[in-house]
Nanobody, 119 residues
Framework: QVQLVESGGGLVQAGGSLRLSCAAS????????MGWFRQAPGKEREFVAA????????TYADSVKGRFTASRDNARNTVYLQMNSLKPEDTAIYYC????????????WGQGTQVTVSS
């Protein structure tokens, strides 16, 4: 059974940094895609970033390009989201999610971690 556990959220001032982690377990993640999403109060969940377990392909939402960086540690089955130059509008619950190869959708989700950016 796939499990995704996020950590690393917290309260930070605008301009600061946080690094989120997502520890994955339950299968071999050789060809999957790991995504990061966020949901702010009163808003729909939105895509933030994605990284392939194999290779170095990453994609980002325009709102975070140049500030956020997704990475992975295959040996630890963990993906990271380094968030720099944080803004109050980045405040949200951040989720990691797994898209198995060929599925075309994210089937597994973590419980989320709160990120709050104060102005």
């Amino acid at each position: 059974q796939v499990q995704l556990v996020e950590s690393g959220g917290g309260l930070v001032q605008a301009g600061g940094s946080l690094r989120l982690s997502c520890a994955a377990s339950g299968r071999t993640f050789s060809s999957d895609i790991m995504g990061w999403f966020r949901q702010a109060p009163g808003k729909e969940r939105e895509f933030v970033a994605a990284i392939y377990w194999a290779g170095s392909t990453t994609t980002y939402a325009d709102s975070v390009k140049g500030r956020f960086t997704a990475s992975r540690d295959n040996a630890r089955n963990t993906v990271y989201l380094q968030m720099n130059s944080l803004k109050p509008e980045d405040t949200a619950i951040y989720y990691c999610a797994l898209q198995p190869l060929g599925r075309g959708r994210y089937d597994y989700w973590g419980q989320g971690t709160q990120v709050t950016v104060s102005s």
